[in-house]
Structure formats: C-alpha cells, structure tokens
C-alpha cells in the first residue's frame, strides 16, 4: 500500500506520534494522551486505519464492560531497518513500523576498514534480511544507522571521526540512497541507544542519560523526552572532559580526559603496567599466555579477588564517576543508564561509580538519582536506530514538528 503522508490533519499527525510512542493504546486512552474528545480520536484513529496507517490488533483486558480494542502502528505503513555500527560490529535489523523484529544479523567487523568495505557489506546484510522476509527495497520506508564518532545530525555526515578514518565528508545517506528511497538518518551511537531507552520507556521519564563506557567514554542525553544534541551535534562527548590535568595525552591532544585515563584501553594498560611490575600474578600469567592484557582480563581477576585488578577496576569507576558527578550536578537526570563491553568487567565497577557520583554531587541532584545498568544492553542502539528512523521519517514527512 502506497502511504500518503502529505494530506493528513493537524490530528491525525498528533494520533499517529501518540500511538507511535506507545505499546499500543485504546482509542479512550489516544483520546486521553492527547487530548482529544472521544469523538475527534475516534474520528482521527478511524481515518488513520482506513489510510493503512494504525490497526486494530485486538481487544485489551476490560476495566468492566466491552474490552478495547489495541490501536498500534500498521505493518501496511512498509518496514524500518536499524543498523547499529560500533567499532568492532555491526548490528543489522529490520523492524515493523510497532517495532516488532522481523529479522537481524550481527557479526564482527572493522569501522576502520572504512566505509568502502564496511557499508558495502550492510548493504548486503540488508539484501539478505529483506529477502528472509521477502520483502522489496522500496517497502523500506525509513533507515536509521548509528556510528561510533560525532555526527553533523542535520546533514548526516561524521565530522572529525577518531577511530573511524576515511569516513569523514563520506555520505552514507547517498550510499544507501543508491538502493533505497527511504530517506536515512545518521547519528552518533550513544544517541541512538538513549531512543532505544526511552522507546522503552515509552518516553515516560522527561530526563535521564545512557552512559555507553568501551573503548571510548560517551553519553546520550535526554532532555524533556527529547534526544538533546546541543547546536551543532556534539552534546554528550564526556569522554574528554578531564579528570587529572598531569595524567595521560588523550588522542585529542588534551592531558587527563576521562576516556584515556578510565576506558577500556586504559584498563588494559594499567593492567599490563601491573603484570609487568610483579604486581598481580595473575595477570602476569595472562600476559606470558596470551601476549597482551585485554580489559575483560582485569575484570575477570578482579572478580577473583586479584589486589592490582581490584584496585584498577576501582581507579576507572571513580574516575568515571568523577567526571559523572560533575554531569549529574549539571543536567540533574533522573536516571543514568550505564551500558557498553566494559560497563559490565564487574561489580566493583558499578560500586565505584555510583560511591564517586554520590560523594561528589549535590544532596539534591541525587536525591531521587538511580544508577543502574541499561535494561535493553546491546539491543537498544539498533532498537534505537529504529525508532529514530520513524520518527524522523515522520518529521520530514511533515507529520511530526
């Protein structure tokens, strides 16, 4: 079915967005959340199922009386696909218009191949996807990609990207443009996490941030159920704010930045000075077996009570939390959502963030602050992904502000 989206009404747009954020609503409760009469939702909710944009998908449980029936996106509106690029991955989904999987594919790959080699090979998982559901590249009617580097949000170009050579000015949008007429929506990783978030949360809390901690430190903010990315696109970089201004040269050129003195790298190395000065006879074992000490090395002896380990896991908590803090104070979050490889190396980790954020932060930006790992994990960027590319493919379409 050909979706027409230029024609629709003032309310039509606002019930579509509605029931876009929601699990699926009755039309009582479309008429509640926007604040329609009964009849003007029901008036708009009708005309957007005979446009083949909403279903009815079947009756909720009854508070007494007829049971409603669910209103949800329709899969007539096409499919959405989410590619999640991370430095060592790439996350391919394609998702119906509610966010229902239809199908996905992961695998490892190098960002720093470039984006010949790299998006070359999307284009192909996208082409097996489809076919497994047997569906046609102009059925696709949004694409959202999430990438590991600072994003130009507006024209979709990465600008100054650190570990991705090659891929600056590159337009991905006219990559994919070559196969699909969707329009396509590019944005910095941790942004696309935090819409994985707050799509699950159904954009419930106003304010919160996703905090992604791997090979580099970065953070998705929310602000007021909006993705906040400040004027030009660079809001949330905290991986270079810094922490001790005599520590290590950042890749920056900067002294001290939270990212190289706390990160995944940082772990490792601090883990290889401690095998190598006869700290940890542990991790010296890895070193002679292995060659090189990996974060999850020192995670894992931390986790079997190693001193050195402990005591670095400890170091690169309360440095991350220290430069948190300072994040906390400002923004003052509800929550703040930790996720990426190294968020999980061990509980000591997760304890000496939080024991930094609260030591350091306002009596009063903490006093209602919950700490905890992202629910989603590694799906939420391409469920982000996702829900990003409907939601600006409705913008552009002029359905949403």
């Known amino acids: 079915m050909l979706i027409r989206w230029d024609d629709l009404t003032p309310a039509e747009m606002t019930a579509l967005e509605a029931v876009f954020w ?3 609503m009755s039309r009582a409760e479309l008429a509640e959340q926007t604040g329609f009469s009964r009849s003007k939702a029901n008036t708009a909710a009708s005309s957007l199922i005979a446009r083949g944009m909403l279903d009815e998908t079947g009756p909720q449980a009854s508070s007494g009386g007829r049971r409603p029936e669910t209103l949800t996106l329709s899969s007539s509106m096409g499919l959405l696909a989410g590619i999640d690029l991370g430095a060592s991955s790439v996350d391919v989904a394609l998702f119906s218009p509610d966010m229902t999987t239809l199908a996905h594919h992961a695998e490892p790959i190098e960002v720093s191949d470039g984006p010949g080699i790299v998006l070359s090979r999307v284009r192909e998982i996208l082409a097996d996807l489809r076919q497994r559901c047997g569906v046609r590249s102009e059925q696709v009617i949004g694409i959202g990609m999430g990438v590991p580097g600072p994003v130009e949000f507006e024209r979709g170009l990465l600008v100054a990207p650190p570990i991705m050579p090659g891929w600056e000015g590159f337009s991905i949008r006219d990559y994919l443009g070559e196969e699909y007429r969707a329009p396509v929506f590019i944005d910095n990783d941790v942004n696309v996490m935090a819409m994985g978030e707050m ?4 954009r419930e809390l106003p304010n919160f941030l996703v905090v992604k901690i791997g090979t580099g430190i970065g953070c998705g903010i929310v602000c007021n159920h909006t993705i906040y990315r400040g004027a030009n696109g660079s809001a949330g970089d905290v991986g270079h704010i810094c922490v001790d201004p005599a520590g290590e040269r950042c890749h920056c050129g900067n002294q001290g930045c939270v990212e190289v003195m706390a990160a995944g ?27 090189r ?26 440095l991350i939390g220290q430069m948190l803090a300072s994040v906390v104070n400002f923004f003052n979050p509800s929550h703040v959502f930790l996720c990426g490889g190294i968020s999980h190396i061990g509980p000591l980790f997760l304890a000496s963030i939080r024991q930094s954020i609260y030591q350091r932060s306002l009596p009063l930006s903490t006093r209602h602050l919950e700490i905890a790992y992202a629910p989603l994990g590694d799906r939420a960027g391409v469920i982000g992904c996702a829900a990003m590319a409907l939601q600006e493919t409705m913008r552009v ?3 949403l502000p």
């Open 22 to 24: 929601s699990a699926g």
């Open 199 to 202: 799509w699950r949360l159904h």
């Open 265 to 291: 790298p940082a772990i490792a190395r601090m883990g290889t000075e401690a095998a190598k000065a006869g700290k940890s006879a542990v991790l010296a074992q890895v070193l002679e077996t292995q060659g």
């Open 293 to 318: 000490i990996r974060p999850e090395d020192v995670g894992q002896a931390s986790r079997g009570g190693d001193v050195a380990a402990n005591a670095i896991i400890k170091l690169s908590g309360k």
């Open 397 to 399: 379409r002029g359905v």
